[in-house]
């Protein structure tokens, strides 16, 4: 069994100096590479999570309506040969709409929402699709250097088969103008890697008279590995 | 059978300071539903960065003969898991602020009978193998720390898979 191996610059190096916080933190021993066939490939066992009936709507979570921008966000999880991942475990957080996260330490003088808590979890279905009802995030400023601001984004966070195909990702909004200032975007330096970041609008996965619609499909390394000739 | 140009794989990206209320950690520290066979443990696990201070917004999982378990680390960069010895060593992966990428690394524990056969381990320069190992309480044998030093001296050894 092969796993592929990443290429060039579709994965952000561990040290990027524009994104300050990597400086103190990025090991600067080299990684030792697992071979495949020594990694553990365990399915982690995450049972504890109940997915609740309204865990997928995040704006349904409270007594009222929370303030701003209804969307759906909506994908498939698949892996590097376009096959589904099924039964894989999807959450997400973000910010509401003014910007702000329901976060004990976030100071950004926005107001908090008190209908919005900005987490969902959903399990994908058999052809590898989630959906997520919630509310389009706002941008907001986090002092990294002069006048920065993160885009809008909702972080994303995947189980799938295996420890090798854990992801964190953020997922962007497209025609976003902020991306192009943000180090964490930059830091992916491929720009057909970079836009599996961004989401689609997309007019049919939206609700007239509802919410607007956007797709983001997740591709996840490493997950059902099969046999194949090494690239180079 | 054509040959199909793979997909890029979506990349990663830092899980920010802002996780706590979107990665629920495991109740009182438990591995979850089930511990692991094996004598338990408690598995304090401390993180520090390049400026030996402790990471206090991190994110720890751990995969322990496929029982996993997730908590994020306190304010000294600390977090405790209530699980088992295990048969050979725990894998743990490391989400924080200033982390584009996971880091994946092992815990392993002195004078285990597997030791000097893991594979794994013989892959690590032999100076470097002490970061992978656990150290038990002088005073209370079921109490075992670990240190993951990001970066710097005695930086821990951390994997690519």
């Not at chain 1, 309506?65 to 039964?87: N, T």
């Not at chain 1, 910007?99 to 919005?116: E, M, S, T, W």
């Not at chain 1, 943000?182 to 509802?210: C, H, I, K, Y």
Request: net charge negative; proline share 9%; charged share 25%.
């Amino acid at each position: 069994m092969k796993v592929r191996a990443i290429v060039s610059g579709t994965q952000p190096p561990l040290l990027f100096p524009p994104y300050r916080s990597t400086i103190r933190r990025a090991p600067k021993e080299p990684l030792i590479r697992i071979p495949e066939t020594l990694s553990d490939l365990n399915a982690p066992v995450y049972g504890w999570w109940p997915v609740g009936e309204t865990d997928n709507d995040l704006t349904r979570q409270h007594q009222g309506e929370p303030q701003g921008e209804r969307i759906i966000v909506s994908g498939r999880v698949l892996d590097e040969d376009a096959r589904p991942v099924a039964g894989a475990l999807v959450e997400i957080w973000q910010a509401n709409a003014a910007g702000r996260y329901k976060h004990v330490k976030d100071d950004h003088p926005a107001p908090l929402d008190p209908n919005f808590t900005g987490a969902g979890r959903t399990i994908t279905d058999a052809d590898g699709r989630y959906e997520f009802t919630t509310i389009k995030p706002g941008a907001y400023p986090w002092r990294n250097h002069e006048n920065a601001w993160r885009p809008a984004h909702i972080h994303f966070s995947l189980f799938g088969t295996s420890f090798r195909a854990r992801l964190v990702t953020q997922m962007y909004f497209p025609g976003d103008p902020l991306m192009a200032h943000d180090p964490m975007v930059q830091s992916v330096r491929d720009d057909r890697a970079r836009e599996r970041m961004v989401s689609r609008f997309e007019l049919g996965l939206t609700r007239p008279e509802w919410a607007l619609g956007y797709v983001f499909d997740i591709i996840l390394r490493g997950e059902n590995a099969t046999p194949f000739e090494e690239r180079t | 059978m054509s040959e199909t140009e793979p997909l890029i794989a979506t990349p990663s990206q830092t899980v920010g300071p802002f996780f706590h209320f979107g990665l629920t950690g495991n109740p009182n520290g438990r591995m979850v539903d089930r511990l692991p066979a094996g004598a338990p443990i408690s598995l304090v696990i401390t993180v520090t960065d390049g400026d030996q201070k402790p990471v206090a917004d991190a994110v720890l999982e751990l995969c322990q003969d496929g029982v996993f378990g997730r908590m994020p680390t306190g304010e000294n960069g600390t977090s405790e898991f209530l699980t088992t010895r295990p048969a050979s060593h725990v894998s743990v992966c490391l989400f924080a602020r200033g982390l584009l990428r996971q880091l994946h690394t092992r815990i392993y524990f002195p004078a285990d009978a597997g030791l000097p056969h893991d594979q794994v381990l013989a892959l690590v320069p032999e100076h470097r193998r002490h970061t992978l190992m656990a150290s038990a309480d002088p005073r209370d044998a079921s109490i075992w720390r670990f240190h993951i030093r990001m970066q710097g001296s005695d930086e821990t050894v951390f994997f690519d898979m």
